[in-house]
């Protein structure tokens, strides 16, 4: 059977390629020929057709004139969407490269003061993570880049002309963070402490100028300097320090961590669900607990930076910072007030589980339904906007555009204050933790609750009388009532924390904290708490970025692609939301090739 | 059955995420479009002025941004209702049209009190309206509780030649 068939096969094969033989014979046999001609060198009429057509396209080819690309198209998502993704996985991989080694030296340079080895291989175990992502901050870097040259090619022309002087050093300092990152992590233990220190200091500056130098190109597209009214570039120095350079420097830096310390907090709660021992499920519990420690320290001044960037912002130009917070982007602020409200709840929840940790907690457990309530509320404040959505029944049964009560909860003056109370409530919450399971014991015990007490309550107070205040005041002495909300808020938690630390000094321990004795819903808490701030990066990230709206560079070059209009908040967060799952495979990656290291290695049996 | 830990964490952040793009898509949905050119002829009306520097003013000029029209209360910037009656009165020496001109051309040279400076310069990028597009603004503004003097012929910057176009300045209050 076998063999027929391999004989009808070749035979098959055989018909087919005589018949593709014959049909090509065919073809070409039916092919013009000219007619055959005297001794004359006259052409025939179709050869002399092709022969000047070739002559036509020579002539043009020669004749073409240069024209400047101004855009390419990306397929199917387009230029902007494609730039846009590429930038923001740039972004985040580079924001957690620079936040790790800021707190890990941190907190190396703690265990290196009190002789604590736990110390060190937790920031040991923090730059694990930096290697790998190092080299995908340097990869999606390149891809930006070439992205932005390829697809948008006379506004990167624009941006060399305005910024070249600083391309040469931000190359070198860029090798500089590659030497000091990978001498930082492989001479772990290697060098002596003070030099193994250094290497880290060295680290965080050379990673703090990149992203200096990195933060004038993008805001000087929103806010620039340094050039003349057509847009040639004056000044470099003025160009890179504009309006917003120094405030989103600051902003970014704090950011940053409090990013850095959510994602690492997320590896120790995905080391801590797969713990097969009680000795890991310790180390990385208080892993988890300290990177959230670091994410919500930087968390609590954020706001605070956000005013600066936002009043450099309207300094700049009134109708941009309008625009933000009163325009097309002002419903996205109610979606950030719903990231930062489930910031808030997931860190205070995350606390008051902690509790568990500690041995005789339980004596704090009557003020976390207080603690709740006072977070929901200011949750609900924070998320009421100032106009609704209404068919025009419902307007007409409003009065207006904006609930009559509620509509009040909408204006600045509630919001701030709203904030102010969350970052207050949310330091209370931590405050309980650290004094659960200690009583202290110094004489003026009573008068130093009674003085946090009170500097707590007046800091409330004064946040809740002057955002009141900003009702019946002109516009603006409303702006300025801002600073002192954040002053009070601010000096009351350096005082109660300076309090605390002297009574606790000497504190009686009523019993001990027991790492790793936590329920395991807290490391989810942790998860969601990293997933909800890199959501909230990439959102106020496109609102940086999109305030431009129809100008690749605010006032001075008009973008003038197929995509220059402002896309609609729903078809944003889509965006920012494709961004962050892709931005979580890949640290997933990341966490993955971290953990390796702790696997045994596989025994080679000998070849027999 | 005992669900994975990499499946539990992969279906939270995806929850989360979807979570999160949900109350994305609750709020308005407003494309916002690079503003519109308002077609200007020489030869047009006083009234056909004053409609297209309407449109101007909502559309490329985004005045209304940040002013208001016929709103009470503590505002950012001057609310503009009644401001063609207002306008010839607020600084000695200059007529409406002049005073109107000055706003928009050089608007830090007088700040109305109580408020903070931060009006940009309208005929100057980002905005950069043309020289007719502030004609027919500033007929929209003049008609606004006053009399339409202003024309395409109007020469309104600089100041001093603005005086052709000036009227009598009309009677009305004095405060924003």
């Not at chain 1, 391999?6 to 013009?32: C, D, M, N």
């Not at chain 1, 109370?421 to 609750?449: D, E, H, K, M, Q």
């Not at chain 1, 106020?540 to 431009?548: E, F, N």
Request: proline letters at 5%; charged letters at 15%; a positive charge.
């Amino acid at each position: 059977m076998k063999g027929r068939l391999a004989l009808a096969s070749i035979v098959v094969v055989a018909i087919a390629f005589g018949a593709t033989f014959g049909l090509v014979r065919f073809l070409l046999g039916r092919e013009y020929h000219p007619p055959l001609r005297s001794a004359t060198e006259e052409p025939a009429p179709r050869q002399q057709a092709l022969r000047d057509e070739a002559a036509a396209q020579a002539k043009a080819d020669r004749e073409k004139p240069y024209q400047e690309e101004t855009y390419r198209r990306f397929p199917v998502v387009g230029s902007r969407v494609a730039v846009w993704v590429i930038a923001q996985l740039h972004l985040l991989f580079a924001a957690f490269v620079l936040a790790v080694p800021i707190f890990a030296l941190i907190i190396e340079f703690i265990g290196w003061l009190n002789g604590d080895s736990r110390y060190d291989r937790l920031a040991h175990e923090f730059t694990r993570l930096l290697s790998v992502s190092f080299s995908l901050t340097a990869t999606f870097g390149a891809f930006l880049l070439f992205m932005l040259v390829v697809l948008y090619p006379k506004f990167m022309n624009y941006l060399t002309h305005v910024f070249s002087p600083t391309f040469a050093p931000y190359v070198l300092l860029f090798f500089a963070e590659a030497f000091f990152l990978y001498t930082y992590y492989y001479g772990w233990g290697k060098f002596p402490p003070v030099v193994h220190l250094l290497l880290g200091l060295g680290l965080n500056i050379v990673g703090t100028g990149i992203m200096m130098i990195a933060n004038a190109w993008l805001t000087f597209m929103m806010t620039p300097a340094g050039i003349s009214e057509s847009g040639a570039v004056i000044s470099t120095w003025q160009a890179v320090h504009n309006y917003t350079w120094m405030p989103i420097n600051i902003h970014r830096l704090i950011a940053n961590v409090a990013f850095g310390g959510s994602v690492a907090a997320a590896y120790a709660a995905f080391k801590f669900l797969g713990a097969k021992t009680d000795e890991e499920r310790a180390h990385y519990d208080w892993m988890g607990y300290i990177g959230n420690f670091v994410a919500i320290c930087a968390f609590l001044p954020l706001p605070f930076a956000g005013y600066y960037l936002a009043s450099e912002i309207y300094a700049y130009s009134q109708a941009l910072g309008i625009q933000m917070m009163g325009g097309a982007f002002s419903w996205l602020f109610i979606i950030q007030a719903v990231l930062i409200g489930n910031l808030f709840l997931g860190a205070n929840y995350y606390l008051w589980l902690g509790m568990g940790r500690v041995d005789a907690a339980n004596r704090f457990q009557g003020y976390i339904k207080y603690l709740l309530i006072a977070v929901a509320l200011c949750f609900a404040v924070w998320a009421t906007p100032r106009s609704i959505i209404a068919t025009v029944s419902e307007t007409r049964a409003m009065g207006g555009a904006s609930h009559p009560q509620l509509g009040y909860l909408g204006v600045m003056s509630a919001k701030n204050t709203a904030v102010n109370i969350l970052i207050l409530t949310t330091y209370v919450s931590f405050l309980l933790y650290r004094r659960s399971g200690r009583i202290p014991t110094v004489s003026w015990a009573r008068l130093g609750n009674a003085l946090q007490v009170a500097i707590s309550g007046l800091a409330a107070t004064v946040v809740i009388f002057l955002g009141v205040l900003g009702y019946f005041v002109e516009a603006r002495v409303r702006i300025g009532l801002s600073v002192p909300q954040v002053g009070s808020v601010l000096f009351a938690m350096v005082a109660v924390t300076a309090i605390d630390v002297l009574m606790y000094r000497r504190a009686k321990s009523l019993g001990e904290t027991h790492w790793g004795r936590i329920h395991p819903v807290s490391q989810y808490v942790l998860i969601f708490l990293a997933v909800t701030f890199t959501w909230m990066m990439g959102l106020m990230g496109y609102v940086r970025s999109g305030l431009r709206q129809h100008w690749h560079v605010y006032g001075v070059m008009r973008d003038t692609s197929v995509d220059a209009f402002t896309p609609t908040l729903g078809f944003a967060t889509r965006v920012v939301s494709a961004t962050v799952l892709a931005f979580f495979l890949l640290i997933g990656f990341v966490f993955w090739l971290a953990s390796l290291s702790d696997r045994p290695a596989r025994v080679h049996e000998p070849a027999p | 059955m005992r669900v994975p830990v990499t499946l539990k964490i992969l279906a939270l952040t995806v929850t989360t995420t979807a979570f999160y793009t949900i109350v994305g898509q609750l709020v308005p949905q407003k494309e916002v479009l690079p503003p519109k050119e308002t077609a200007l002829k020489k030869e047009m009306t006083q009234a056909e002025m004053v409609k297209a520097g309407k449109d101007i003013m909502e559309g490329k000029g985004i005045c209304f941004t940040c002013h208001t029209l016929g709103k009470q209360g503590a505002l950012r910037f001057p609310d503009l209702a009644g401001i063609g009656a207002r306008a010839g009165q607020r600084v000695a020496g200059l007529s409406d049209v002049q005073y109107l001109a000055q706003s928009i051309y050089d608007p830090n040279a007088f700040i109305v009190p109580g408020f903070n400076p931060g009006m940009p310069v309208i005929n100057k990028p980002p905005i950069g309206l043309t020289d007719d597009e502030i004609k027919a603004v500033v007929a929209y503004l003049q008609s606004l509780g006053g009399q339409v003097t202003v024309t395409m012929d109007s020469k309104l910057w600089p100041l001093d030649q603005a005086k052709a176009a000036t009227a009598v300045p009309t009677k009305g209050p004095a405060t924003p």
